[in-house]
């Protein structure tokens, strides 16, 4: 296993005993090495990073130390005040300096710390545990507010850009192919009407900036409830992991897809759309616990804009699942035929969920 020869290049006390493929994450190769000395033992968690995602694997790790270092020293100033233990995983060196290792192939690997007594869930399961979920997001946006997002690079280009993706789907529309999927589908052609419809409003995030009513900060870029990890021993929120899409970019971004994520409790893939809706009750408890942090750095023009990164990343990621079909299942990976429409329509019914609850959620927002 190429694992086992990878894993003692890097800045490690012991020997190396095991390497076990985990199966976990959904781009990286990931895996579990085992050192151990005379007196210890240390577990860590061994990557190799995909370079069909992540062209540049050098940037993602520039990214990671740069903002890793930033937020250990901030954890350790408030330690004595804090309410609980934060934790963030640590990027761990290679015996030669450099926080990745290159092997022959010209694959790159990196070793972080694993975050110990600790798990994640792929669902919300409980009010309280949504709680922890807003507290943990809105935390760690604290923390990184004061970080200079110059000091980041755009690791995902487009990434979050609504009207780019848009756009994906009018170009798949004009060719043959896209043409004959349209065709062939009422149920496309009314994902189709229902884009239409909402064209001139999903630049509502990207008008914003231009007009400079919100800012470029750095944001965790995939805020989803299975990167937060819950303290064994507490039941509290201990940190975010899964800091490969860390990048300039909209705190709205973040805070939009935490909730969409969060608060359909059926998932992305369900096939029954009667069941997809917005649960409001979860949504209060993750804006109860984002807003204890959230209130030192938002201003009164992010508030604004809350109610509408909620709708417009829901409506995104049907967007660009729906693209993808048009465009012949190219990007998402699919099991069968039309799982990506499929997909669409669970995001479209769910940002129909959302713009019917619009006064209930903006009460929420406005009282928090």
């Known amino acids: 296993m190429k694992a086992a020869l990878i894993a003692p290049k890097f800045d490690v006390a012991g020997r190396l005993v095991t390497v076990e493929h985990t199966g976990e994450g959904n781009v990286n190769d990931t895996y579990l090495a085992v050192f151990r000395t005379t007196f210890s033992e240390e577990r860590i968690i061994l990557q190799q990073i995909n370079k069909r995602v992540f062209s540049r694997p050098e940037y993602i790790m520039e990214n990671m130390r740069v903002l890793t270092d930033h937020v250990h020293r901030r954890i350790e100033a408030e330690a004595d005040t804090a309410d609980r233990i934060w934790q963030l995983p640590r990027v761990i060196p290679a015996k030669d300096g450099q926080d990745f290792v290159i092997d022959g192939d010209g694959e790159y690997w990196r070793a972080i710390t694993l ?31 004061d970080l200079d997002v110059n000091r980041l690079r755009d690791t995902l280009e487009g990434y979050h850009i609504t009207p780019g993706y848009l756009k994906k789907l009018d170009d798949a529309l004009q060719t043959p192919e896209g043409r004959v999927r349209l065709n062939a589908s009422l149920d496309a052609q009314s994902c189709n009407r229902f884009v239409q419809k909402r064209r001139e409003w999903c630049s509502v ?49 973040d805070f939009g897809d935490c909730l969409r994520s969060c608060c359909n409790p059926m998932g992305e893939e369900t ?81 129909e969920s959302i713009e019917a609850r619009e006064k209930q959620i903006r009460n929420i927002l406005d009282n928090a």
């Open 205 to 253: 995030l990207e008008d914003a900036k231009a007009a400079g009513e919100i800012q470029l900060r750095p944001i965790h870029g995939d805020p989803k409830i299975s990167n937060i990890m819950i303290d064994d021993a507490t039941g509290k929120g201990t940190c975010i992991v899964d800091l490969d899409t860390v990048k300039p970019g909209l705190i709205h971004y």
């Open 115 to 145: 975050i110990a007594s600790a798990h994640s869930y792929g669902q919300v399961q409980s009010v309280e545990h949504a709680h922890e979920a807003g507290f943990v997001l809105g935390y760690f946006q604290r923390i990184i507010s």
């Open 271 to 351: 096939s029954d759309l009667s069941r997809v809706l917005f649960d409001t009750d979860l949504c209060e408890a993750i804006v109860k616990g984002y807003m204890v942090h959230a209130r030192s750095f938002l201003t009164e023009a992010d508030r604004q804009y809350l109610y509408d990164s909620i709708r417009l990343i829901a409506f995104e990621l049907g967007l660009r699942f729906f693209a993808d079909y048009i465009a012949g299942d190219v990007y998402f990976k699919t099991r069968y035929d039309g799982q990506n429409l499929n997909r669409a329509r669970v995001q479209f019914k769910l940002t």
